[in-house]
Nanobody, 128 residues
Framework: VQLQASGGGLVQAGDSLRLSCVAS????????MGWFRQAPGKAREFVAA????????FYGDSVKGRFTISRDSAKNTVSLQMKSLEPDDTAVYYC??????????????????????WGQGTQVTVSS
């Protein structure tokens, strides 16, 4: 299993960026996907998650209204569209895959320890 995240870079405050994560997972359609981030010296933070069905989507409070998560099961890809970026969004962004039966992602999806597979991370730097 391999998750390959890409799309990070250096942008200015207010800019947009789109991250992608390609998952080499058999039965990708059975996996819920999440994005997390970690800034230097800070704990890992939940960003967004989407259920394996695609109908359960939720966000961390700090990105709600600015970020959008989506998935394309035909391409085994999950994306994170980020708008109105702020310097506080600077972090390494990680995608993760996990099995969450039914609608359990809504109660467990914010917990990184519930995800089975992780990508290597992509750096996002937002300058002021």
């Amino acid at each position: 299993v391999q998750l390959q995240a890409s799309g990070g870079g250096l942008v200015q405050a207010g800019d947009s960026l789109r991250l992608s994560c390609v998952a080499s997972i058999r039965s990708f359609e059975a996996y819920s996907m999440g994005w997390f981030r970690q800034a230097p010296g800070k704990a890992r933070e939940f960003v967004a998650a989407i259920s394996y069905t695609g109908d359960q989507i939720f966000y961390g409070d700090s990105v709600k209204g600015r970020f959008t998560i989506s998935r394309d099961s035909a391409k085994n890809t999950v994306s994170l569209q980020m708008k109105s970026l702020e310097p506080d969004d600077t972090a390494v962004y990680y995608c993760a895959a996990g099995l969450f039966p039914g609608k359990t992602i809504t109660t467990r999806g914010r917990d990184g320890s519930k995800y089975a597979y992780w990508g290597q991370g992509t750096q996002v730097t937002v300058s002021s």
